[in-house]
């Protein structure tokens, strides 16, 4: 399955997930009806005195009382709807409030510690390998289990967990194996299914707890009732029974609740195993995780209370339950090593192959790479058309000669491949330090956008530098104007990955600050009232990740087919980037709109308009479901593979567009 395929099925399995959510709140109501008629007809059996005014105040002896079932009804619906929907709201700041309340903390983007630099770089590399922002990375400290987890919404507001176990215990290349596969995760829209059976069983957990304490409270009353009170005695017991009854509903609904979560995860396990080793081309450094998993004593045990709640979520089994949520080590393994005999399984597990950790290993880990790095893409001149648009970058820049397929296009979305993580650890390491250390702080990222921003000749940017030393933060200011010598001098290639590194650091901005900044990149790419495709790029990408984070929401309502118009503004776009011969262009665009399945359109013109214009299509596009995301990615592929090779300005455009798309594109260098 491709990208599209896999949110589609999530998707589904939203779907599935609510019908069962339905089955189990009929089962609570009618749990709930019987225990209540019960206690009210088994009340009237014991005070046969009072029985005829009970039943005039309380309505007929019979089991079936269609008012009392639908208050009851309203009452459970109530109780554990508004249960879901507290747990649901109380995470819906994305993955970070999950994080905290698992014991985890925040690691610095710029930390030197080896043994969190480890995973930051890991975590890093794979991002920018599959085109996703660079989450958050949090440390469990005092787990000393081998566990891991990825929590959120949608990909911008991700984060990753892992267990100090996690990191010291593997080496490198199992720490890639099982980030890998919670970065499968992320990319399969399995986050927000987590999050939601999370405030299931959240809300059936309530109807138990109601009754524990309405069981507490009977009990203290009964201590305090004096026994010659007329009808203390017959309440309280009724409580005390309404109390227990309730303890038992609320511990079968949530062993209900249990068994969905483990039937809903258990198969996503072995697809994030599978995903893990297609991303990294080694099955032996997660399935040399899973081993270590079974051959320590702490394994993947997670100690914290709330554990069991997220149980679901954990990279391996992470608390012992009724119901796993996990397959079994032994199956995951032989799964993903072939020559893993079944009958070693006992033997090898329990013998297992811990790692020894000290400091030279960690340092050792945060800085060498799992396997050798993939050479150098085969360059070829940028046009003189690219200098005069983007006058952003420097003019000797190299491109890659070869434009993926229609075909490769959609399977490549949401799966990077080996030599897209190798080339992001290339690209990292190539990056001069300062500028590395720079993106990773908030005050520092500032400094580096804005340098992206100003223009290359530096005489030419007076007017910009005229606005940062009015506007901007003093520090920031003097950040910009060292980080611009630097700038200048980066290949474009390595422009957009920088951008990137700096989304996590901006998300620390205060609201305040974040409305300067905003207003910053505004004013610096229209210092010179023209925009040039890379500033416009720039912007895309940063707004669009950065945006909802501070309170901007995108409209969410789904548009089921593309307009033709907006469908007609991308392409042209496109098409126009990859060339400035009329008849190219006119053929890539034709190309396109026949690889989308869409009737002739007319190629729209790349003028003073064109980037007003792709903003509000994008916006439209942005909306629409996977399988005509996935023709328009088809379609935008055959544009620009139309004369077999694809330009620095075609990269550009084609991640601002698959960034709005909410299709993370891996990296083309």
Known sequence: MNFFEHQDRARRKTGKLVGLFVVAMAGLIVGTYVLVMSLYLGGLEQAPQQREALVDQLGPDTFWRPDIFVGVSLAVFLIVGGGSLYKTAQLSGGGEPLALSLGGHRLLNDSVDPVERKILNVVEEMALASGLPVPPVFMMER????????????????VIGVTRGC????????????????????????????????????GILIVGLIGYYTMRIAAASGGGRSNNQKGGGGIVLISLGLGVGLIVIGFIGTLVGNLIKAAVSRQREFLADASAVQFTRDPNGIAGALKKIGGLNLGSKVKIAKAAEASHMFFAEGVSELFATHPPLAKRIARIDMFWQAEMAAEEVTRGTPATHSPAFAQAGAVGFAGSVAGPAPSGSVSPESKIIDRNVPVNETVPPAAPSPEQAVEAIGKPTPQQIARSH??????????????????????????????ADF????????????????????????????????????????????????????????????????ALAAADNRLSLFEWTLQKVVLHVLDPHFGRKRKRKTNQRPAPEDVSTVLSALAHAGSREQDAVQSAFERGVEATGLPPLELQPWDRTIFNRLNHSLDALGRLPGKSKSKLIRGLAETASADGTITPREIDLLRAIATTLDCPMPLMV
């Open 167 to 202: 990191v010291e215990q593997l080496s490198r290349d199992e720490l890639q194996g099982v980030i890998a596969h919670e970065f499968s995760h992320i990319l399969n829209g399995d986050m927000r299914l987590n999050i939601r059976l999370i405030g299931i069983v959240h």
């Open 143 to 158: 787990e000393r289990g081998i566990n891991a987890f990825a929590a959120g919404y949608h990909p911008e507001d991700a």
């Open 459 to 522: 005489t030419s940017c007076q007017q910009q530098f005229e606005r940062l030393a009015a506007e901007a933060d003093p520090a920031v200011y003097r950040s910009t104007i060292e980080l611009h010598k630097l700038i200048v001098t980066l290949p474009r290639k390595s422009r957009l990955p920088l951008v990137d590194i700096c989304l996590g650091p901006l998300k620390d901005l205060s609201p305040e600050q974040y409305e300067r900044f905003r207003e910053n990149i505004h």
């Open 426 to 455: 290339e690209l990292l390491e190539s990056l001069p330090e300062k500028l590395r250390e720079a993106a990773r702080e908030p005050y520092g990222a500032r400094g580096v956008v804005y340098a992206l921003l100003l223009d």
